[in-house]
Protein backbone atom coordinates (compact mmCIF):
# COMPACT_ATOMS: atom_id res chain seq x y z
CA UNK A 1 0.00 0.00 0.00
CA UNK A 2 1.15 3.37 -1.33
CA UNK A 3 -1.24 5.12 0.94
CA UNK A 4 -2.74 6.64 -2.44
CA UNK A 5 -6.58 5.30 -3.17
CA UNK A 6 -8.18 5.20 -6.42
CA UNK A 7 -11.68 4.21 -6.79
CA UNK A 8 -13.42 2.52 -9.08
CA UNK A 9 -10.89 0.06 -9.75
CA UNK A 10 -12.53 -1.00 -12.94
CA UNK A 11 -14.66 1.09 -15.43
CA UNK A 12 -16.79 0.36 -18.50
CA UNK A 13 -18.46 3.31 -20.08
CA UNK A 14 -20.53 4.06 -23.17
CA UNK A 15 -19.55 7.44 -25.36
CA UNK A 16 -22.76 9.36 -23.74
CA UNK A 17 -22.00 8.53 -20.04
CA UNK A 18 -20.58 11.06 -17.61
CA UNK A 19 -18.57 9.46 -14.31
CA UNK A 20 -16.03 10.40 -12.28
CA UNK A 21 -12.68 8.64 -11.04
CA UNK A 22 -11.61 9.63 -7.34
CA UNK A 23 -8.10 9.72 -6.17
CA UNK A 24 -7.42 10.13 -2.55
CA UNK A 25 -4.14 10.44 -0.84
CA UNK A 26 -3.14 9.88 3.25
CA UNK A 27 -0.03 11.00 3.00
CA UNK A 28 -0.26 14.86 3.60
CA UNK A 29 1.40 15.49 0.54
CA UNK A 30 0.99 18.73 -1.57
CA UNK A 31 1.04 17.97 -5.00
CA UNK A 32 -1.21 15.50 -7.01
CA UNK A 33 -1.44 14.16 -10.65
CA UNK A 34 -3.24 12.43 -13.26
CA UNK A 35 -1.84 10.51 -15.67
CA UNK A 36 -2.53 8.14 -18.88
CA UNK A 37 -0.98 4.97 -19.41
CA UNK A 38 -1.75 3.46 -22.71
CA UNK A 39 -0.29 0.26 -24.45
CA UNK A 40 3.22 0.62 -25.94
CA UNK A 41 3.48 4.60 -24.80
CA UNK A 42 5.27 6.39 -21.84
CA UNK A 43 3.07 7.44 -19.25
CA UNK A 44 1.16 11.18 -20.04
CA UNK A 45 1.31 13.48 -17.51
CA UNK A 46 -2.54 14.79 -17.69
CA UNK A 47 -2.70 17.06 -14.58
CA UNK A 48 -0.68 18.50 -11.78
CA UNK A 49 -2.33 20.68 -8.82
CA UNK A 50 -0.16 21.60 -6.20
CA UNK A 51 -1.94 23.10 -2.73
CA UNK A 52 -5.27 22.52 -4.78
CA UNK A 53 -4.27 24.86 -7.80
CA UNK A 54 -3.72 23.49 -11.03
CA UNK A 55 0.12 24.16 -11.85
CA UNK A 56 0.00 22.54 -15.09
CA UNK A 57 -2.82 21.24 -18.09
CA UNK A 58 -0.67 19.29 -20.75
CA UNK A 59 -3.11 20.42 -23.37
CA UNK A 60 -5.79 17.77 -21.91
CA UNK A 61 -9.02 17.54 -24.53
CA UNK A 62 -11.89 19.52 -22.09
CA UNK A 63 -13.91 16.02 -21.92
CA UNK A 64 -11.58 15.01 -19.00
CA UNK A 65 -12.08 17.67 -16.48
CA UNK A 66 -10.09 17.43 -13.04
CA UNK A 67 -11.41 18.83 -9.65
CA UNK A 68 -9.26 19.19 -6.47
CA UNK A 69 -12.01 20.36 -3.52
CA UNK A 70 -8.69 20.03 -1.00
CA UNK A 71 -5.38 18.66 -0.74
CA UNK A 72 -6.08 14.95 -0.08
CA UNK A 73 -8.50 14.33 -2.99
CA UNK A 74 -8.41 14.91 -6.99
CA UNK A 75 -11.45 13.91 -9.36
CA UNK A 76 -11.44 13.43 -12.94
CA UNK A 77 -14.71 14.09 -14.70
CA UNK A 78 -15.25 12.33 -17.71
CA UNK A 79 -17.91 13.08 -20.39
CA UNK A 80 -18.40 11.97 -23.87
CA UNK A 81 -15.06 10.34 -23.96
CA UNK A 82 -14.04 8.20 -27.40
CA UNK A 83 -12.79 4.92 -27.57
CA UNK A 84 -9.01 5.67 -27.80
CA UNK A 85 -9.49 7.58 -23.95
CA UNK A 86 -9.36 3.38 -23.29
CA UNK A 87 -6.85 3.47 -20.60
CA UNK A 88 -5.32 2.88 -17.40
CA UNK A 89 -5.98 6.02 -15.33
CA UNK A 90 -3.04 6.35 -12.78
CA UNK A 91 -2.86 8.96 -9.55
CA UNK A 92 0.17 10.16 -8.10
CA UNK A 93 1.03 12.31 -5.20
CA UNK A 94 4.32 14.15 -3.78
CA UNK A 95 5.34 16.06 -0.83
CA UNK A 96 6.06 18.92 -3.27
CA UNK A 97 6.30 19.20 -6.97
CA UNK A 98 9.62 17.30 -8.26
CA UNK A 99 10.09 14.66 -5.31
CA UNK A 100 9.21 11.14 -4.95
CA UNK A 101 6.03 9.82 -6.43
CA UNK A 102 3.59 7.21 -5.11
CA UNK A 103 1.32 6.27 -7.34
CA UNK A 104 -2.42 4.50 -6.39
CA UNK A 105 -3.15 1.38 -8.30
CA UNK A 106 -4.66 3.11 -11.20
CA UNK A 107 -8.23 2.58 -12.74
CA UNK A 108 -8.86 0.66 -15.62
CA UNK A 109 -11.07 2.82 -18.13
CA UNK A 110 -13.00 1.08 -21.01
CA UNK A 111 -14.91 2.93 -23.51
CA UNK A 112 -17.20 1.64 -25.82
CA UNK B 1 11.12 18.59 -25.34
CA UNK B 2 12.74 16.12 -22.74
CA UNK B 3 12.46 12.18 -24.26
CA UNK B 4 13.61 8.93 -22.37
CA UNK B 5 14.31 5.31 -23.93
CA UNK B 6 14.86 2.65 -22.11
CA UNK B 7 16.47 -0.21 -23.72
CA UNK B 8 15.78 -3.28 -24.07
CA UNK B 9 12.22 -3.03 -23.99
CA UNK B 10 12.03 -6.70 -22.65
CA UNK B 11 14.49 -9.02 -20.91
CA UNK B 12 14.32 -12.70 -20.22
CA UNK B 13 16.85 -14.22 -17.59
CA UNK B 14 17.80 -16.51 -15.73
CA UNK B 15 17.04 -16.85 -11.73
CA UNK B 16 20.44 -15.82 -9.85
CA UNK B 17 21.92 -13.66 -12.88
CA UNK B 18 22.82 -10.44 -12.40
CA UNK B 19 21.38 -7.80 -14.74
CA UNK B 20 21.52 -4.21 -16.22
CA UNK B 21 18.21 -2.00 -17.44
CA UNK B 22 19.14 1.18 -19.30
CA UNK B 23 17.42 4.52 -19.74
CA UNK B 24 18.77 7.30 -21.42
CA UNK B 25 17.27 11.12 -21.39
CA UNK B 26 18.05 13.88 -24.07
CA UNK B 27 18.25 16.94 -21.79
CA UNK B 28 20.34 16.80 -18.81
CA UNK B 29 18.91 19.62 -16.98
CA UNK B 30 17.18 17.18 -14.62
CA UNK B 31 16.34 17.51 -10.98
CA UNK B 32 15.66 13.78 -10.34
CA UNK B 33 15.67 10.78 -11.97
CA UNK B 34 13.01 8.35 -10.51
CA UNK B 35 12.92 4.38 -11.23
CA UNK B 36 9.81 2.43 -10.35
CA UNK B 37 8.20 -1.10 -10.52
CA UNK B 38 4.90 -1.74 -12.20
CA UNK B 39 3.51 -5.60 -12.12
CA UNK B 40 0.48 -6.30 -14.16
CA UNK B 41 -3.03 -3.89 -14.17
CA UNK B 42 -1.22 -2.58 -10.77
CA UNK B 43 -0.09 1.72 -10.12
CA UNK B 44 3.84 2.02 -9.84
CA UNK B 45 5.75 1.03 -7.16
CA UNK B 46 8.91 3.53 -6.18
CA UNK B 47 12.27 1.85 -5.98
CA UNK B 48 14.84 4.65 -5.82
CA UNK B 49 15.26 8.36 -6.99
CA UNK B 50 18.84 9.99 -7.63
CA UNK B 51 19.13 13.50 -7.06
CA UNK B 52 20.60 15.44 -9.81
CA UNK B 53 23.98 16.13 -7.66
CA UNK B 54 23.94 12.41 -6.70
CA UNK B 55 25.95 9.36 -8.73
CA UNK B 56 24.02 6.61 -7.28
CA UNK B 57 21.56 5.33 -4.71
CA UNK B 58 21.26 1.88 -3.63
CA UNK B 59 18.51 -0.54 -2.01
CA UNK B 60 18.73 -3.84 -0.98
CA UNK B 61 19.79 -5.80 -4.49
CA UNK B 62 19.22 -2.74 -6.09
CA UNK B 63 21.26 0.07 -7.40
CA UNK B 64 20.64 2.67 -9.48
CA UNK B 65 23.57 5.22 -11.23
CA UNK B 66 23.25 8.67 -12.74
CA UNK B 67 25.60 10.04 -15.13
CA UNK B 68 23.76 13.17 -16.16
CA UNK B 69 26.31 14.81 -18.38
CA UNK B 70 25.91 11.73 -20.53
CA UNK B 71 22.43 11.36 -19.93
CA UNK B 72 22.01 7.96 -18.65
CA UNK B 73 20.82 6.12 -15.72
CA UNK B 74 21.23 2.34 -15.44
CA UNK B 75 19.21 0.11 -12.52
CA UNK B 76 21.64 -2.58 -11.08
CA UNK B 77 19.21 -5.95 -10.09
CA UNK B 78 21.83 -8.34 -8.25
CA UNK B 79 21.21 -12.28 -7.92
CA UNK B 80 17.70 -11.96 -9.68
CA UNK B 81 14.63 -13.89 -8.40
CA UNK B 82 11.42 -14.61 -9.94
CA UNK B 83 9.43 -12.49 -7.58
CA UNK B 84 11.88 -9.38 -9.70
CA UNK B 85 9.31 -9.73 -12.73
CA UNK B 86 7.80 -6.60 -13.66
CA UNK B 87 8.06 -4.22 -16.14
CA UNK B 88 10.86 -1.23 -14.61
CA UNK B 89 10.13 2.57 -15.55
CA UNK B 90 12.50 5.04 -15.47
CA UNK B 91 11.01 8.60 -15.02
CA UNK B 92 13.53 12.02 -15.27
CA UNK B 93 11.79 15.25 -13.62
CA UNK B 94 12.62 19.00 -14.83
CA UNK B 95 9.61 20.83 -15.49
CA UNK B 96 7.30 17.98 -15.24
CA UNK B 97 8.22 14.22 -14.98
CA UNK B 98 8.96 12.46 -18.37
CA UNK B 99 8.52 8.81 -18.19
CA UNK B 100 10.48 5.94 -20.37
CA UNK B 101 8.28 3.05 -22.16
CA UNK B 102 10.04 0.51 -19.90
CA UNK B 103 11.69 -2.68 -19.42
CA UNK B 104 9.51 -5.86 -19.15
CA UNK B 105 11.93 -8.25 -16.72
CA UNK B 106 10.96 -11.75 -16.58
CA UNK B 107 12.97 -13.99 -14.09
CA UNK B 108 12.70 -17.64 -15.06
CA UNK B 109 13.57 -20.05 -12.05
Known amino acids: ETGVTQTPRHLVMGMTNKKSLKCEQHLGHNAMYWYKQSAKKPLELMFVYSLEERVENNSVPSRFSPECPNSSHLFLHLHTLQPEDSALYLC???????????FGPGTRLLVL | KQEVTQIPAALSVPEGENLVLNCSFTDSAIYNLQWFRQDPGKGLTSLLLIQSSQREQTSGRLNASLDKSSGRSTLYIAASQPGDSATYLC????????FGTGTSLTVIP
Open chain 1, 92 to 102: ASSQDRGETQY
Open chain 2, 91 to 98: AVSSNQFY
